[in-house]
């Protein structure tokens, strides 16, 4: 049985380095600022993760 059928959620950390399995109740007491990606399309993950800071401020006159 995989993971996701036992109730678990992939998440993604706030600064997009660490990806984990995690259980709801971790997830919601230990992790809040994780990101739920567990039912997103390939494409949307990866543009996610393949994300460019935002730098239109530092130009801004």
Same mark, same amino acid.
Do not use: N, R
């Given at each position: 049985?995989? !993971? &996701?059928?036992?109730?678990? &959620? ?5 600064? &997009?380095? *660490?990806? *984990?399995? !995690?259980? /709801?109740?971790?997830? &919601? ?9 567990? @039912?997103? /399309?390939? @494409? *949307? !993950?990866?543009?996610?993760?393949? *994300?460019? /800071?935002?730098?239109? @401020? !530092?130009?801004?006159?």
């Amino acid at each position: 049985m995989h !993971l &996701k059928d036992q109730g678990f &959620k992939f998440c993604i950390s706030p600064d &997009k380095k *660490q990806g *984990q399995w !995690l259980h /709801p109740a971790v997830f &919601k007491v230990m992790h809040p600022d994780w990101t739920d990606v567990t @039912e997103w /399309p390939t @494409e *949307q !993950l990866v543009a996610y993760l393949t *994300q460019a /800071p935002q730098q239109q @401020e !530092l130009f801004a006159a």
